[in-house]
């Protein structure tokens, strides 16, 4: 039965982090948040007519479009049959024809109208505005969203101009809404186009230590009335609770938040919690946490050592060798000499010849795993000559030999303690 309400729980949670809209949900309760300011000035231009243009800037992940999308479904339920949505991104139309073509294209398509694609730009701004006039006197609103705002700021911004001296018009009744990750992207702006932005500006940025808390109680815990035999709730969310407050979780959740402290690195990072939920005990523990940060945490020079070969192996081992025995400039000449002793000891069958070893070498210099110490200058030195330096730690080079599929057992021999004593 615990197994049973344990793999529902996990359907929910999943869920749960998978909808934007109930991600955000909490936002809504906030008399200061986004999402009650952003509402405002689109509602503002529902109700009162009043042209509006808006800025909501960020990093990557903040939940600026979320909460747009949150926004415009409510107020699309609250007043059914008055908002038209038109949508451009910047990385695909940054060129201003493009991009009065793509928002005549989708007029046409919300109002039902036939769409021509040989009008002439100009044919497409006199439809635009035609259609702003018709839509103001019929009291709709039309909603322009331009992701990646930044993008639209670059060459003449014809496009900008055209929209936002739309807005000066009486009889439209629309609102701009530019999405960036640059807070300065208001600043990019023409003096004749920043003179016909209205300069309100919404900024996103990272929650909380309490935000993140209550947004990981809001998404976690399971209500009082889920399906599930007694008690498997108040354990659940019992056991969760403890969690939370252990000092071993808080310092995980740090460890994710500092490399990218923004809503969406917490879900991922929750999901893969929940994805690795053991079903037999039927509760988040904080090995689940550990193994979540674990996944996210990306460890590109670990994948490198794990794209070498043996041979390509020995030389780093030996490398790092050098480096414990407190060598303080080595080449490959030196780096052979190591390897040599190291086969000459174990009679290891991994044995090669110096092109061969040279070959690696190369190979280890192009993937960054170690790179020369003199500068770049070539001078009159060979590359067996060439004084080279270790881009690895010993420890990042032990857990790539521990995670290595068929790697040798006298390579994590060599660099163990013992070894060097």
Known sequence: MVQKAAIEASVLLRRRLCDRSFIFDPLKSSADGNYRN?????????IDACNNSVLLLGPRGSGKNAVLELVLEDLKTEYP?????????????????HGIKEIARQLCVEHGLLFSKMASSDDNSTFLIDILRESGLAH???????????????????????????LQSFASQSVVIGVSCRLDADQLLEKRVRSRFSHRKLLFVPPSV????????????????????????????????????????????ASVCNVDGNVSNLVRFLFCAVASMNLESGS?????????????????????IQNTSILELYLLVCMCRLEVKEQSSYN???IMKEYRVIHDAYKSSDHHGDSACLRAFEHLLQR??????????????????????????????????????SCPVILEKLLSHETYK
């Open 38 to 46: 952003l509402k405002f000035i689109i509602s503002s231009t529902i």
């Open 81 to 97: 049959g008055t908002i038209s949505v038109i949508r451009l991104n910047g990385l695909l139309h940054t060129d201003d024809n």
């Open 140 to 166: 709709k609103t039309v909603v322009f969203i331009l992701d990646e705002f930044d993008l639209f700021a670059q060459g003449k911004q014809r496009l900008l101009y055209g929209l936002l001296d739309a």
């Open 210 to 253: 309490e935000e993140i808390q209550r947004l990981m109680e809001h998404l976690l815990y399971l209500p009082a009335d889920f399906g599930a035999p007694c008690n498997f709730v108040s354990e659940f969310n019992s056991r969760l609770s403890s969690t939370f407050v252990d000092k071993k979780f808080k310092d995980i959740l």
């Open 284 to 304: 988040l523990s904080l090995e689940n946490f550990k193994t979540a940060s674990l996944s996210l945490r990306r460890m590109p020079k670990l994948e490198n």
């Open 332 to 334: 490959f000449i030196t």
């Open 368 to 405: 960054e795993l170690i790179s020369f110490t003199d500068g770049g200058r070539r001078g009159a030195l060979s590359i067996e000559y060439r004084p080279v330096k270790l881009l690895v730690s010993s420890h990042e080079l032990h857990q790539g030999l521990k995670s290595y599929h």
